[in-house]
């Protein structure tokens, strides 16, 4: 290996033309790719609600309501929960403990009314 000698005296100075920027490719082409995609998703902020059931109660009801309060759903138990992402109805999932944590697991994606419509048109 040879080095070339380091010149002393004026110091480089930057280019004056801009250069271009190259945007990176974020098509879904390899795996490395989707993930570095789905980073750009990382700090979307998303409202996700799971509807164990549903009831009518008077208000008066309501402000009875104490800490070991029962309150009777509509659903049984083992009856699947929806998923709502931001009021949107995406899923149906089953409610499993792990670890003594309540989670959900999906088992049905549900179709976007748009598909529906295209489907039966």
Do not use: W
């Given at each position: ?11 480089s100075v930057p280019s004056a033309e801009p250069t271009k920027f190259q ?28 509807e164990l059931g549903r009831t009518r109660m008077l208000v008066e009801d ?13 659903k049984l138990a083992g009856d699947p929960v929806d998923v709502y992402v ?36």
């Amino acid at each position: 290996m040879s080095e070339q000698p380091v010149q002393s005296g004026e110091p480089s100075v930057p280019s004056a033309e801009p250069t271009k920027f190259q945007m990176p490719d974020l098509s879904a082409s390899g795996a490395g790719s989707s993930i570095q995609g789905m980073s750009l998703l990382s700090d979307v902020t998303l409202n996700v609600k799971i509807e164990l059931g549903r009831t009518r109660m008077l208000v008066e009801d309501v402000l009875k309501l104490g800490e070991g309060a029962v309150v009777e759903l509509e659903k049984l138990a083992g009856d699947p929960v929806d998923v709502y992402v931001n009021d949107r109805h995406v899923a149906r999932g089953e409610i499993l403990v792990l670890n003594d944590n309540f989670c959900v697991r999906i088992s049905e994606i549900v179709e976007a009314p748009t598909e529906r419509v295209r489907a039966s048109a």
